[in-house]
């Protein structure tokens, strides 16, 4: 509890700050406040995007975090946040690339490599965040064909899509009575966010997920290694193998 009790800090089991602040405006309410975040394990792997305004990175922590700048308002200096963190995985993460302007491939001690595209919620979340202009990145993204957003199915490891068509409004799900226990339990968690500052920890846990587009197929052992050529068109992969002189090498062509 802060010295003027107007403010909680928790640190949580899974390595995560979780930050409360008192409403000024709501007498007796808190609301989530933005706090520094990162990987609570190794970092493996990392990379810019082509345009050189965010971060991504890897890590044994099972997770993939993007980083941008962000001014407070008032504020002369921007600072670094964690804005999204795109997948959130079974497996420890080893590598990554990127392929695109908002597209990466991402390995790990599995034998698959998994391709991600931002969902459109992500894209004007961005925008918002980073000051960027918002019409140039949805023009740029493709953003009519994109998805809202992305979950991922109970037991599951790929992040499915969501569109806008599956959006249930909040107050139907209040609303909605469940005939049996598993009826509560839907595979979409999604919530479609409008931010202008760097989303709480609850909200990067479920909401800021990037949909899987794609699995790359080929390894037999774990993956290692991954680089993209200056195109972004062409992508080398290598994992381990069971005799410790020899390497294996995957290319794979968009």
């Known amino acids: 509890m802060s010295p003027d009790g107007s403010m909680i800090l928790a640190h949580a089991f899974h390595g995560a700050l ?43 922590d099972q ?16 600072t670094w946040h964690e804005i999204s963190r795109p997948q959130i995985h ?6 990554l690339a990127m392929v695109g302007r908002f597209q990466f491939v991402s390995g790990a001690d599995e034998k698959v490599l998994r391709v991600f595209q931002a969902p459109r919620n992500f894209v004007a979340n ?34 499915k899509a969501v569109f806008q068509g599956d959006l249930v409004p909040k107050a139907a799900k209040e609303e909605e009575q469940f005939s049996s226990i598993s009826d509560q339990y839907q595979e979409s968690y999604f ?28 390894h037999g052992f774990e993956m290692f290694c991954l680089a993209s050529d200056s195109t972004r068109t062409l992508v080398a992969s290598a994992c381990k193998v ?13």
């Open 18 to 60: 979780h930050l409360w602040c008192k409403d000024q405006d709501k007498e007796g309410e808190w609301k989530p406040g933005v706090v520094i975040s990162g990987h609570f394990n190794a970092v493996q792997d990392l990379s810019w995007d082509p345009e050189g305004q965010f971060i991504l990175s890897v890590g044994s």
């Open 242 to 254: 069971s005799v410790v002189e020899m390497n294996w090498f995957t290319f794979w062509i968009r």
């Open 191 to 218: 919530h479609p966010l409008s931010l202008t500052e760097p989303p709480p920890e609850d909200d990067l846990l479920q909401n800021t997920l990037w949909p899987e587009v794609q699995k790359l197929y080929g």
């Open 63 to 78: 997770t993939s975090r993007l980083f941008t700048t962000w001014r407070m308002q008032d504020s002369k200096q921007a």
């Open 126 to 159: 961005f925008a918002n965040i980073s000051g960027i202009s918002k019409e140039k990145l949805l023009q740029s993204s493709g953003s009519a064909s994109l998805p809202e957003g992305a979950s991922t199915p109970a037991l599951g490891l790929s992040n």
């Open 90 to 95: 079974g497996y420890d993460l080893q590598c």
